[in-house]
């Protein structure tokens, strides 16, 4: 292991839930730091202005690998059945 992913292991919150994602979001998000223009520094993004869709997919990464805070928050759930049966229209004339 090297030491860069030994030092974001360390770093890594307590309340994470998917230690795996997290690295890995982590180090897309330090790859896509801004430059000096404020352009992505990654040669992936070739310039691209920042944040970088990386960047934020990275950040989206960092939020998904820790707990929701509230239900609010929550994944969405099926969505359930409705208890009367849909109306069906009559036929036009």
């Keep these: 292991?090297?030491?860069?992913?030994?030092?974001?292991?360390?770093?890594?919150?307590?309340?994470?839930?998917?230690?795996?994602?997290?690295?890995?979001?982590?180090?897309?998000?330090?790859?896509h730091q801004p430059d000096a223009q404020r352009a992505c520094a990654s040669p992936s993004c070739a310039g691209a202005a920042w944040p970088c869709a990386a960047w934020d997919t990275a950040q989206a990464g960092l939020s998904a690998a820790r707990p929701h805070s509230s239900p609010t928050e929550a994944a969405p759930t099926a969505p359930t059945t409705p208890t009367t049966p849909p109306q069906r229209l009559a036929p036009a004339a």
């Design 1 to 31: 292991m090297s030491e860069s992913s030994t030092a974001r292991a360390v770093a890594r919150p307590a309340e994470v839930t998917d230690p795996l994602l997290w690295d890995l979001s982590a180090a897309v998000a330090d790859a």
